[in-house]
Every structure is written in C-alpha cells, then in structure tokens.
T-cell receptor
Framework: GQNIDQPTEMTATEGAIVQINCTYQ??????LFWYQQHAGEAPTFLSY????GLEEKGRFSSFLSRSKGYSYLLLKELQMKDSASYLC????????????FGTGTKLQVIP | DTEVTQTPKHLVMGMTNKKSLKCEQH?????MYWYKQKAKKPPELMFV???????INESVPSRFSPECPNSSLLNLHLHALQPEDSALYLC????????????FGPGTRLTVT
C-alpha cells in the first residue's frame, strides 16, 4: 500500500518562494506526480519525477529523493492565482501501476 | 484537443433513481479512469480501463457500474445510490496506464437525496 503525507495548509506572500513537502512510504515506487487543484475544479498536471534530482519548469520545480521517500514542489515568484491545493501522487510498480493521491496541501497566497 | 469533457456538470438524484455519468476524450488515450472526490479530500481511484478493458476495480460497490463503449467514451452507471455517495466524480485519461500524466475532466457534482 501507499502512505503519502503532506502538510494540510500553508500560507505565503505574493512574490515569495514556497516549498511544499511530500513524504511517502510505499510497497513499490515507480514515479511521483504533482498536481494543482483550484477549488471546485479538476486537478491539472504540474510535474513528474521518476529519478532523483530536480526538474524545473518555469516558476515550478519538483525534487525527488527516492532513498528518503521525499519530494518537494517549489513555487517561485508567487502569484495570487497560485492559491490552490497541491496534490502529491505516487505511482506503484504493480501491473497497472496505480497512482495514489496524497491528501493535498492547501496553499493560500496573500498580498 | 487536450480536453476531457464530462456531462452532466451537476446531478441530483434520489436513492431509487438510475442515472449515468458520461466522459469523452479525443486525444487517442487508451487509459481512462473514474475517481471520486469528497470535499477537502484527494481523488480516490474507483476504476481504470486500459484499451477498453476494465483493469482495476478498487472494491467499488456494485451500485456503481462502469462501461467503456469505445476508446473515446467512458460511462458510469448509477443505481440505488446512498446519500454518502454524494461527491465530485472525476474522469481522467492518459496515453497508457502508468507513468503518464492524467488529464482530468471538470467533474460531475453528484448529490444523492
């Protein structure tokens, strides 16, 4: 099974940098996704890590350490529209490589 | 076209009703998913279809019945639901199962009275 932990809520200031952590304990690991979900809307894909290290995509970066069961999502130059929930999701190694979502971190960006 | 569409957007049904949720994608994806999401909770996987065949059923009660008529369409048939089944039902698709990003539809907000 999968056990995925994220902070429940975070607050950060517009223009700042925020790091959202995700730790996981899994029976099998084959990649980690980050999704953004605005209230009342569907999740949208942000990033995917399968190897250790940092993946950068514009203002968003995601880091993975497989040995530590740890990932983070880094958001730079925060904008008010970044206020949303950020979901960490882990893919397992089973036949159909099921993806399990963490409980999500609700980020509030304040002026 | 990178869109997954779902209908209806909202649905209110009684416990004795039969209704269906519909999902469509035209990205050529061969994996399609149904998720259930309660308020302030993450999406919970219900079903996975791979090449129009049901590959994962996460022990979902039989009052939920999925159907994949072709590679672009996914239905979820509902019958004799309970009030606790009220939730946002999300459809998603990906190129294949596994390490591919999933594209989510806007969801159907279901209320069971």
């Amino acid at each position: 099974g999968q056990n995925i932990d994220q902070p429940t809520e975070m607050t950060a200031t517009e223009g700042a940098i925020v790091q959202i952590n995700c730790t996981y304990q899994t029976s099998g690991f084959n990649g980690l996704f980050w999704y953004q979900q605005h209230a009342g809307e569907a999740p949208t894909f942000l990033s995917y890590n399968v190897l250790d290290g940092l993946e950068e995509k514009g203002r968003f970066s995601s880091f993975l350490s497989r040995s530590k069961g740890y990932s983070y999502l880094l958001l730079k130059e925060l904008q008010m529209k970044d206020s949303a929930s950020y979901l960490c999701a882990v893919r397992d190694t089973g036949g159909y490589q099921k993806v399990t979502f963490g409980t999500g971190t609700k980020l509030q960006v304040i002026p | 076209d990178t869109e997954v569409t779902q209908t209806p957007k909202h649905l209110v049904m009684g416990m004795t009703n039969k209704k269906s949720l519909k999902c469509e994608q035209h990205m050529g994806h061969r994996a399609m998913y149904w998720y259930k999401q309660k308020a302030k909770k993450p999406p919970e996987l219900m079903f996975v279809y791979s090449y129009e065949k049901l590959s994962i059923n996460e022990s979902v009660p039989s009052r939920f019945s999925p159907e994949c008529p072709n590679s672009s369409l996914l239905n979820l048939h509902l019958h004799a639901l309970q009030p606790e089944d009220s939730a946002l039902y999300l459809c998603a698709s990906s190129q294949r199962t596994g390490g591919y990003e999933q594209y989510f539809g806007p969801g159907t907000r279901l209320t069971v009275t």
